[in-house]
């Protein structure tokens, strides 16, 4: 067979063939049948975005693919179409996009940030209440906390239900980023956006150790919990003042607004109102409750659960357990003072900004490169290269702190090995939120849940476990075993996700 051949058999296998309301029908009806392409449910479900204007032309008709947006350059086509109404968030003008990204990520920060206080607590607080650092550190990866109530927790236990509470409440920023992303930013600016999002609750768990450590050896603890509280408080403003509803109901031709505009939709908004009155086009309670355990059933997103609570947990682990390593006196510690250890933890917020800025460049370069070997088109499993590079880098990391903390090696080490650590997880939580938004673009609410209840679930269960494991095995033994999980599941998910179940899904639908 030629080359020119195996070409146009391979681009003739690409393109699918249209569903009859595409084919047939008015302009209109034929462009709002196109603008749905996006959301992965037409096509027998292949996930298959077109992108590219001339292939577009090829599959939908010249008339229909000159009547879709594109970027100003002409080189992507807008998904999803923008429509021409002023209340599309998707029009909305870039710097009102952007605050809203930096409003939603400052608020991400608050539920890990909020338990990292207790990190640079914990020596104080098992010194006030007379009790272990290890029992202490049990309580802090419980849950959160109410931070007014640590902040005055006169006893142990009181500080403890304090911060039970607050977990089943601070934890919602990290799971609306992603309806918000979805909401005002268009697919190709997704990616970039979602890594700006996830390096705000990668970062947050050591701005507390790092900020506070110094703090609390010269003040009292209570005083981290209530700067814990100031920031939160201000962030409740920008949200009260600054950020607008971004909910836009893209099934309805046209979408359906509240009724009510300027100061009372505001404050309609912020206290539910406006939910209450739009109710009749939302989903429906049962079906709402139903959702979230219907696409964890989805075998791609099981696996991408269990592989970002895998991966992702190392690294929250040891956030909560590595002070207890720096501060504990050899021969099982190096005996760092307070000032020392919080010194140490600017390493991972400086690996996690390199892992944002390259993270930016890798997620584009690699879908963009799909895209050309694909002739315009783009499908999810596009995203699961990145996921290889993030392993790795975490597993070198993984390592190379197993062998400094089991040696008592130069701190070096240590700082080398976090930061991999660190820079490689921030690759692979940007990818697979990506991915998995991709997948189901119609469901980031159930998506961003479930992630982010896999990494949490992931991470502070290794506190539970960690600390004594070292003590009786050694740290190499440890970080060598867990090294050898994030090489073993890597090798177990990722190929299954990216090649076998496509193929599988594609043979089952002929």
Same mark, same amino acid.
Request: glycine share 8%; net charge neutral; proline share 5%.
């Given at each position: 067979?030629?080359?020119?051949?195996?070409?146009?058999?391979?681009?003739?296998?690409?393109?699918?063939?249209?569903?009859?309301?595409?084919?047939?029908?008015?302009?209109?009806?034929?462009?709002?049948?196109?603008?749905?392409?996006?959301?992965?449910?037409?096509?027998?479900?292949?996930?298959?975005?077109?992108?590219?204007?001339?292939?577009?032309?090829?599959?939908?008709?010249?008339?229909?693919?000159?009547?879709?947006?594109?970027?100003?350059?002409?080189?992507?086509?807008?998904?999803?179409?923008?429509?021409?109404?002023?209340?599309?968030?998707?029009?909305?003008?870039?710097?009102?996009?952007?605050?809203?990204?930096?409003?939603?990520?400052?608020?991400?920060?608050?539920?890990?940030?909020?338990?990292?206080?207790?990190?640079?607590?914990?020596?104080?607080?098992?010194?006030?209440?007379?009790?272990?650092?290890?029992?202490?550190?049990?309580?802090?990866?419980?849950?959160?906390?109410?931070? /007014?109530?640590? &902040? *005055?927790?006169?006893? +142990?236990?009181?500080?403890?239900? %304090? #911060?039970? =509470?607050?977990?089943?409440?601070?934890?919602?920023?990290?799971?609306?980023?992603?309806?918000?992303?979805?909401?005002?930013?268009?697919?190709?600016?997704?990616?970039?956006?979602?890594?700006?999002?996830?390096?705000?609750?990668?970062?947050?768990?050591?701005?507390?150790?790092?900020?506070?450590?110094?703090?609390?050896?010269?003040?009292?603890?209570?005083?981290?919990?209530?700067?814990?509280?100031?920031?939160?408080?201000?962030?409740?403003?920008?949200?009260?003042?600054?950020?607008?509803?971004?909910?836009?109901?893209?099934?309805?031709?046209?979408?359906?607004?509240?009724?009510?505009?300027?100061?009372?939709?505001?404050?309609?908004?912020?206290?539910?109102?406006?939910?209450?009155?739009?109710?009749?086009?939302?989903?429906? /309670?049962?079906? &709402? *409750?139903?959702?979230? +355990?219907?696409?964890?059933?989805? %075998? #791609?997103? =099981?696996?991408?659960?269990?592989?970002?609570?895998?991966?992702?947990?190392?690294?929250?682990?040891?956030?909560?357990?590595?002070?207890?390593?720096?501060?504990?006196?050899?021969?099982?510690?190096?005996?760092?003072?307070?000032?020392?250890?919080?010194?140490?933890?600017?390493?991972?917020?400086?690996?996690?900004?390199?892992?944002?800025?390259?993270?930016?460049?890798?997620?584009?370069?690699?879908?963009?490169?799909?895209?050309?070997?694909?002739?315009?088109?783009?499908?999810?499993?596009?995203?699961?290269?990145?996921?290889?590079?993030?392993?790795?880098?975490?597993?070198?990391?993984?390592?190379?702190?197993?062998?400094?903390?089991?040696?008592?090696?130069?701190?070096?080490?240590?700082?080398?090995?976090?930061?991999?650590? /660190?820079?490689?997880?921030?690759?692979?939580?940007?990818?697979?939120?990506?991915?998995?938004?991709? =997948?189901?673009?119609?469901?980031?609410?159930?998506?961003?849940?479930?992630?982010?209840?896999?990494?949490?679930?992931?991470?502070?269960?290794?506190?539970?476990?960690?600390?004594?494991?070292?003590?009786?095995?050694?740290?190499?033994?440890?970080?060598?075993?867990?090294?050898?999980?994030?090489?073993?599941?890597?090798?177990?998910?990722?190929?299954?996700?990216?090649?076998?179940?496509?193929?599988?899904?594609?043979?089952?639908?002929?």
């Amino acid at each position: 067979m030629s080359d020119q051949e195996h070409t146009h058999n391979s681009f003739a296998s690409e393109t699918k063939s249209l569903p009859e309301h595409v084919e047939k029908g008015s302009l209109a009806s034929r462009i709002h049948a196109v603008q749905r392409l996006h959301d992965g449910q037409e096509q027998g479900g292949d996930h298959r975005l077109v992108v590219d204007v001339k292939e577009a032309e090829r599959e939908y008709g010249l008339d229909v693919a000159s009547a879709l947006k594109t970027t100003e350059d002409g080189s992507c086509i807008l998904w999803p179409q923008p429509r021409e109404d002023l209340n599309d968030p998707l029009n909305w003008s870039e710097f009102k996009k952007n605050y809203t990204l930096a409003i939603i990520s400052l608020a991400t920060v608050i539920p890990d940030f909020s338990s990292s206080i207790g990190i640079a607590s914990l020596f104080p607080l098992s010194k006030q209440f007379d009790t272990t650092v290890d029992h202490v550190n049990n309580l802090q990866v419980i849950a959160l906390g109410f931070l /007014i109530g640590c &902040a *005055v927790a006169p006893t +142990l236990t009181a500080f403890a239900v %304090t #911060r039970c =509470l607050q977990s089943f409440f601070s934890t919602a920023p990290q799971v609306v980023g992603l309806y918000f992303i979805k909401d005002i930013f268009f697919w190709h600016q997704e990616a970039r956006k979602v890594n700006i999002w996830t390096f705000s609750f990668v970062v947050s768990p050591f701005l507390g150790p790092f900020l506070f450590g110094f703090l609390v050896e010269r003040q009292t603890w209570r005083w981290a919990y209530g700067i814990g509280c100031i920031y939160s408080g201000v962030v409740l403003l920008l949200i009260v003042f600054f950020l607008d509803e971004s909910m836009y109901d893209r099934k309805y031709f046209p979408a359906p607004t509240s009724p009510t505009k300027g100061l009372r939709h505001r404050v309609e908004t912020l206290v539910g109102v406006t939910g209450f009155k739009m109710y009749k086009y939302r989903v429906p /309670i049962l079906t &709402a *409750v139903w959702r979230p +355990l219907e696409t964890l059933l989805n %075998t #791609r997103i =099981l696996l991408a659960c269990i592989f970002m609570g895998i991966t992702f947990g190392w690294s929250i682990g040891i956030n909560v357990t590595l002070v207890i390593f720096l501060q504990t006196p050899a021969p099982l510690g190096y005996g760092m003072d307070s000032d020392q250890s919080s010194a140490m933890y600017l390493t991972p917020i400086i690996a996690a900004l390199l892992g944002e800025l390259a993270g930016h460049w890798l997620n584009d370069f690699v879908a963009k490169q799909y895209i050309k070997r694909h002739h315009g088109v783009f499908r999810p499993e596009a995203r699961l290269v990145v996921p290889y590079v993030g392993s790795f880098w975490a597993t070198v990391g993984l390592i190379t702190i197993g062998a400094s903390l089991g040696k008592l090696l130069s701190i070096a080490g240590v700082i080398f090995g976090w930061g991999m650590l /660190i820079f490689g997880i921030m690759l692979i939580v940007t990818s697979m939120y990506a991915y998995c938004s991709d =997948l189901l673009p119609d469901r980031q609410g159930e998506i961003s849940a479930l992630l982010n209840w896999a990494r949490v679930l992931g991470g502070f269960a290794v506190g539970y476990y960690q600390v004594p494991w070292a003590e009786r095995s050694g740290a190499l033994q440890v970080f060598g075993v867990e090294a050898a999980i994030v090489v073993g599941i890597t090798a177990l998910v990722i190929p299954v996700l990216q090649l076998v179940l496509p193929r599988f899904e594609s043979e089952h639908r002929e």
